[in-house]
């Protein structure tokens, strides 16, 4: 299995923009998770899907942020607008089996908004 | 509400000291203990998952023990090496409101100086 996939690895834009960041979960894991990591604040988790069903989006931090799961094998983390402080690595994560398994983690996508 | 904690924050050792990582966490109800590595701008590597029926796992110079009781993991590195260099994560899964909940430590910086 080629692990958690992400896409894109880096993304630098202009404040304003929508921004669209990619993922592919590991085949067979049925909960994915988006997470935010910064200096100040670590890594936060900003919504958890489950079947892709969204369980727990209490931290997307406002409306500014949209997550989607259309299907078992991708999702969508959408910024409109973005803004400067959005800045950060965005991780994606899978796991299976209710989390028995562990979590896998992509490469991340970090985003730099000026 | 689940609160994991790792000491030290920051940690420097010379090359070849063995060393031990704390992670404490605030509900022993847990599902499983996981510990990751994450180098500088890089993602998350999982490195030992520890069920919660478990009291220890060992991956080569790496071992993580499980005592729930206490609330408390440590993750023992022998030998350490330069590549070993790293910030070191313990997530905590528990269940919530029917769901899997992960919560991160903040992690520990490790320095091994050749």
């Given at each position: 299995?080629?692990?958690?996939?992400?896409?894109?690895?880096?993304?630098?834009?202009?404040?304003?923009?929508?921004?669209?960041?990619?993922?592919?979960?590991?085949?067979?894991?049925?909960?994915?998770?988006?997470?935010?990591?910064?200096?100040?604040?670590?890594?936060?988790?900003?919504?958890?899907?489950?079947?892709?069903?969204?369980?727990?989006?209490?931290?997307?931090?406002?409306?500014?942020?949209?997550?989607?799961?259309?299907?078992?094998?991708?999702?969508?983390?959408?910024?409109?607008?973005?803004?400067?402080?959005?800045?950060?690595?965005?991780?994606?994560?899978?796991?299976?089996?209710?989390?028995?398994?562990?979590?896998?983690?992509?490469?991340?996508?970090?985003?730099?908004?000026? | 509400?689940?609160?994991?904690?790792?000491?030290?924050?920051?940690?420097?050792?010379?090359?070849?000291?063995?060393?031990?990582?704390?992670?404490?966490?605030?509900?022993?109800?847990?599902?499983?203990?996981?510990?990751?590595?994450?180098?500088?701008?890089?993602?998350?590597?999982?490195?030992?998952?520890i069920q919660s029926s478990q009291r220890e796992q060992t991956s080569g110079r790496l071992n993580a023990s499980l005592d729930k009781s206490s609330g408390r993991s440590t993750l023992y590195i022998a030998a350490s090496q330069p590549g070993d260099s790293a910030t070191y994560l313990c997530a905590v899964t528990g269940w919530g409101g029917g769901y899997q909940k992960v919560t991160f430590g903040?992690?520990?910086?490790?320095?091994?100086?050749?």
């Amino acid at each position: 299995d080629a692990g958690v996939i992400q896409s894109p690895r880096h993304e630098v834009t202009e404040m304003g923009q929508e921004v669209t960041l990619r993922c592919k979960p590991i085949s067979g894991h049925n909960s994915l998770f988006w997470y935010r990591q910064t200096m100040m604040r670590g890594l936060e988790l900003l919504i958890y899907f489950n079947n892709n069903v969204p369980i727990d989006d209490s931290g997307m931090p406002e409306d500014r942020f949209s997550a989607k799961m259309p299907n078992a094998s991708f999702s969508t983390l959408k910024i409109q607008p973005s803004e400067p402080r959005d800045s950060a690595v965005y991780f994606c994560a899978s796991s299976g089996e209710g989390g028995a398994v562990g979590y896998t983690f992509g490469s991340g996508t970090r985003l730099t908004v000026v | 509400k689940q609160e994991v904690t790792q000491i030290p924050a920051a940690l420097s050792v010379p090359e070849g000291e063995n060393l031990v990582l704390n992670c404490s966490f605030t509900d022993s109800a847990i599902y499983n203990l996981q510990w990751f590595r994450q180098d500088p701008g890089k993602g998350l590597t999982s490195l030992l998952l520890i069920q919660s029926s478990q009291r220890e796992q060992t991956s080569g110079r790496l071992n993580a023990s499980l005592d729930k009781s206490s609330g408390r993991s440590t993750l023992y590195i022998a030998a350490s090496q330069p590549g070993d260099s790293a910030t070191y994560l313990c997530a905590v899964t528990g269940w919530g409101g029917g769901y899997q909940k992960v919560t991160f430590g903040t992690g520990t910086k490790l320095q091994v100086i050749p």
